[in-house]
């Protein structure tokens, strides 16, 4: 089956805590995943991407986490800013095509 | 970084119209096109593949007839919603695929469409 969004799970922090976004995926074929951040009213921006041949990759103050084992994914932003406020989705695929699946997806909130 | 535009950002139309959206790739040409609907605080769902000079291919329980999809040319695909009703508002957003790149992240996303049916 498919990750279907259903329901939006937030998510509140203190400015200049950490944040953990979790997501589960269905689709043990897939082989590519991209965290999306989602302001209001606008469409989904890029923030960082991981091969399933990795279970690690970091960014500029954030790092994803990928375990393949349990088919999960993690997102964590470090130094929570008030301008990380916003939806943040997971999407996945496979190399051999070009069509990606979003996860439910996650409301953050950062309060200053 | 490659673009994509969509226009109008919100329409507001009544039952019964159409209502057309347009989604530009601004400095690359696309041969695949990506239309997608997110109603409030829930996912993107893929709707169909919009493929250049071909037609639509459309996602399980997505009306072809309904959502009509054209991409007449290498940087633009139109989603016409036709005889658009209240449980059409939603948020439509597009996106496209950059061709021939080595990265695997390869599809670039509009800034949306809000569509409003009274």
């Known amino acids: 089956g498919e990750s279907v969004g259903l329901h939006l799970p937030t998510l509140s922090v203190q400015e200049g805590d950490n944040s953990i976004i979790n997501c589960a995926y269905s689709?043990?074929?897939?082989?590519?995943f991209i965290w999306y951040k989602q302001e209001s009213g606008k469409g989904p921006q890029f923030i960082i991407d991981?091969?399933?041949?990795?279970d690690k990759r970091q960014g500029q103050r954030v790092t994803v986490l990928l375990n393949k084992t349990v088919k999960h994914l993690s997102l964590q932003i470090a130094a929570t800013q008030p301008g990380d406020s916003a939806v943040y989705f997971c999407?996945?695929?496979?190399?051999?095509?070009?069509?990606?699946?979003f996860g439910e997806g996650t409301q953050l909130t950062v309060n200053p | 970084g490659a673009v994509v535009s969509q226009h109008p950002s919100r329409v507001i139309c009544k039952s019964g119209t159409s209502v057309k959206i347009e989604c530009r790739s601004l400095?690359?040409?696309?041969?695949?096109m990506f239309w997608y609907r997110q109603f409030p605080k829930q996912s993107l769902m893929l709707m169909a593949t919009?493929?250049?000079?071909?037609?639509?291919?459309?996602e399980q329980g997505v009306e072809k007839d309904k959502f009509l999809i054209n991409h007449a040319s290498l940087t633009l695909s139109t989603l016409t919603v036709t005889s658009a009703h209240p449980e059409d508002s939603s948020f439509y957003i597009c996106?496209?695929?950059?061709?021939?790149?080595?990265?695997?992240?390869?599809?670039?996303f509009g800034p949306g469409t809000r569509l409003t049916v009274l």
């Open positions: 999407a996945e695929k496979r190399t051999s095509g070009s069509r990606l699946t």
């Open positions: 689709n043990s074929a897939s082989d590519y």
């Open positions: 400095d690359f040409q696309a041969t695949t």
């Open positions: 991981i091969r399933s041949n990795m």
């Open positions: 919009s493929n250049e000079g071909s037609k639509a291919t459309y």
């Open positions: 996106s496209a695929r950059v061709p021939l790149t080595d990265s695997y992240n390869e599809q670039f």
